[in-house]
C-alpha cells in the first residue's frame, strides 16, 4: 500500500519561509517522477514543482526562484522549501508520486497540507 504522508504547513507572513516534507512508503521515491501541487480557495489543483527520477527539477513561473523541489532518498522524502511567501501562495499542497510515462491524473496523492500566506 502506497501512503504519502505530508506535513510542515501553517500561517506564515508575506516573505516568510516553509518547508514541506512528504515521507513515502509503500514506494521509492528515488524510482518515481515526484511532485508538488497546491489547490487554492475555489481554484483547481495545479501541478507547482516536478523532480524526475534522475534529479530534474521543473517548476512553473509563479514559484521559480522562490520554491525548492528536492528529495532525500536515505529518508524516502520529497521536500518543498518555500521562500519569499506571498498571499497567492496560500492553498492545500500535496505531494504527489507517479511511475515514468504515466499520467500525473492517475498518481499517488498524500492528504496535502494546508499552507496560509496573510498579514
Known amino acids: 500500500q502506497v501512503l504519502l504522508s505530508e506535513s510542515g504547513g501553517g500561517s506564515v507572513q508575506p516573505g516568510g519561509s516553509l518547508k514541506l516534507s512528504c515521507v513515502a512508503s509503500g514506494l521509492i521515491v528515488s524510482e518515481y517522477s515526484m511532485a508538488w501541487f497546491r489547490q487554492g480557495p475555489g481554484s483547481e489543483g495545479q501541478g507547482i514543482a516536478f523532480l524526475e527520477s534522475i534529479g530534474t527539477a521543473v517548476y512553473i513561473d509563479d514559484v521559480r526562484g522562490r520554491f525548492v523541489i528536492f528529495k532525500d532518498n536515505a529518508k524516502n522524502t520529497l521536500y518543498l522549501q518555500m521562500y519569499n511567501l506571498k498571499p497567492e501562495d496560500t492553498a492545500k499542497y500535496y505531494c504527489?508520486?507517479?511511475?515514468?510515462?504515466?499520467?500525473?491524473?492517475?498518481?499517488?496523492r498524500g492528504q496535502g497540507t494546508q499552507v496560509t500566506v496573510s498579514s
Open positions: 504527489v508520486a507517479k511511475t515514468f510515462g504515466s499520467s500525473w491524473a492517475l498518481a499517488y
